[in-house]
Each structure stands twice: as structure tokens, then as C-alpha cells.
């Protein structure tokens, strides 16, 4: 298995320089000189049939409380930054939308976006004060157009809230049980994060080891 790095531009920047970064005996890692994002190419992702089976066998419920205690490593930090009645929108909800419905309960009304299980891309055309994206950010295949698409969901002020782990440097990237998942392809570390929040004019805070919260400027 090999890739011609120069001829796969990164899904995330468009920069060309991305050589070979991990290879393993199922896929290859590319990581791109500026923007620092490891991902998978092309040629070596799942299709969407593939990708939604495996998404299928989660078992994540609404009213697990083991699930909403996971959740609320990213729920409370950013409810603790939201004025009150805000409204958001969570991107790649999942089979089973528990953070929606932790926010919703929380007095923060929100609604539901996934391109498998809640596909309302008129949903998409809104603005919102918040919006968060849960384990989500590491399965886009198109990483750059998502990123556009959450930032133009969120008003002036309003907060991206993220969660995913973050990838460090080879040695432990050889060993992370992340990069197993075959639906995990883009991964992002915290010079990713901090190159798109100075390119974007973001606020940027790192919570815990995987929790990343972004503002919108109030003004551009």
C-alpha cells in the first residue's frame, strides 16, 4: 500500500504538501504541512453504505446515563458560556441524540442535524447561538466544507463546541486505539485547532484532553 502524497491536497486547507505520516497494514495517514491535519485519502475510505453500517451498531441512548455522563464533559463547559434561552443546533446528532436532548433539558433549546439519521438540510440554512459536534468532527470526509458550514450556522458571538480526541505526535499516534475506528478519517490535534481559530479569527479554549470550545466574533 502506497500513497503519492503530492497528489492528494488536504481535505481541511487545500495545502498540496501532505507526505505519509502513519501507514499501517489497512490505510495510510497523510499529514499536511500547514494546517497540521492527519487524515485518510480518499482511495482508502469507506463508501457510505460501509459508513453507515458501522455507524448502525452503535448503541448509544438518550437516557443512558453512562452516555450523558460522557456528554456532559462538553455540555457543561459550554451551557456555563451560553446566555439564557440560547438556541443551537447539534451537527452529526447520530442514532441517538442525547446532547440535544441534555441542552434542550438544560433550558437551551436544540435541534438536530446527520446526514444518516436527521437529514434536514434546511436546518443547515439557519443561525444559531450555539452548536456542538460530539465525536463527530473525526468522520468528515470533507473536512474544509464542514467547518465552513458550522461556522456560518453560528451568529455573531456564538459558540462552536466541540469533542474529539486529539492526535499527538507518531509514537503515540502508532499506538491510538482511535485511528482504528474504519469511519474515523480526519484527525485533528491541537496546532490544527489553534491554526484554524487564527486563520478564522476564533476564541479558542481547550477543555480536558478533548473538549474544544470556539467563539464567533461578535463582529467581522
Known amino acids: 500500500m502506497s500513497v503519492q502524497s503530492q497528489d492528494v491536497p488536504c481535505p481541511l486547507c487545500h495545502h498540496t504538501e501532505t507526505p505519509l505520516f502513519w501507514q499501517d497494514r489497512r490505510r ?6 500547514r494546517c497540521s491535519l492527519i487524515f485518510v485519502p480518499p482511495a482508502e475510505r469507506l463508501g457510505a453504505a460501509a459508513e453507515k453500517t ?29 446566555a439564557p434561552a ?14 440535544a436532548a441534555m441542552l434542550t433539558e438544560a433550558g437551551f433549546a436544540t435541534t438536530t442535524y446527520d446526514p444518516y439519521y436527521a437529514d434536514h438540510p434546511e436546518r443547515l440554512r439557519r443561525q444559531y447561538d450555539f452548536v456542538t459536534c460530539s465525536e463527530a468532527i ?6 474544509g466544507r464542514e467547518w465552513r458550514q458550522l461556522l456560518a ?37 491541537r496546532d490544527t485547532f489553534l491554526w484554524l481559530a487564527t486563520r478564522d479569527g476564533l476564541g479558542i479554549e481547550f477543555i480536558g484532553a478533548d473538549v474544544i470550545l470556539l467563539q464567533k466574533p461578535e463582529s467581522v
Do not use: I
Open 28 to 33: 495510510c495517514y497523510l499529514r499536511c504541512r
Open 138 to 143: 473525526e468522520h468528515f470526509y470533507q473536512p
Open 86 to 99: 440560547s438556541t443551537g443546533l447539534d451537527f452529526g446528532c447520530g442514532p441517538g441524540p442525547a446532547l
Open 153 to 189: 450556522m453560528l451568529r455573531p458571538g456564538g459558540w462552536l463546541g466541540l469533542m474529539t480526541k486529539l492526535a499527538r505526535d507518531q509514537a503515540a499516534f502508532a499506538h491510538w486505539h482511535y485511528k482504528q475506528d474504519p469511519t474515523h478519517v480526519s484527525f485533528f490535534s
Open 54 to 82: 458501522v455507524y448502525d451498531t452503535h448503541r448509544n441512548q438518550v437516557d443512558d446515563p453512562g452516555y450523558r455522563r460522557f456528554l456532559s464533559r462538553l455540555a457543561e463547559p459550554l451551557t456555563a458560556r451560553l
